[in-house]
Nanobody, 119 residues
Framework: QVQLVESGGGLVQPGASLRLSCVASGRTFSPYAVGWFRQVPGKEREFVASITWSHGSTYYADPLKGRCTISRDVAKNAAFLQMNRLKPEDSAVYSC????????????WGQGTQVTVSS
């Protein structure tokens, strides 16, 4: 069983940056990809970005495209989401998950980390 733990969220002003971390623990962690998602109360979870574990190929969804960078550190079993020029509409609980193959679903989301963008 793999557990994912997110950190790095907080309260920031519009235009600020945050770097979120997602660390995996448990059995050997060697997924096909790790993804970041976000969710606000009353809405469905929204995909933000993903990175393949072996090659580091990245994919970004529109809401944060151009304002965020996903990366990973294989040796540390960690994935990161650098978010820049944050907007109030970026406020959400951000969580990470992984999947074993290109056609398999993401699973084992962590508890998430709250990001609040407000002046």
């Amino acid at each position: 069983q793999v557990q994912l733990v997110e950190s790095g969220g907080g309260l920031v002003q519009p235009g600020a940056s945050l770097r979120l971390s997602c660390v995996a623990s448990g059995r050997t962690f060697s997924p096909y990809a790790v993804g970041w998602f976000r969710q606000v109360p009353g809405k469905e979870r929204e995909f933000v970005a993903s990175i393949t574990w072996s090659h580091g190929s990245t994919y970004y969804a529109d809401p944060l495209k151009g304002r965020c960078t996903i990366s990973r550190d294989v040796a540390k079993n960690a994935a990161f989401l650098q978010m820049n020029r944050l907007k109030p509409e970026d406020s959400a609980v951000y969580s990470c998950a992984y999947r074993e193959g290109v056609v398999t679903a993401y699973h084992d989301w962590g508890q998430g980390t709250q990001v609040t963008v407000s002046s």
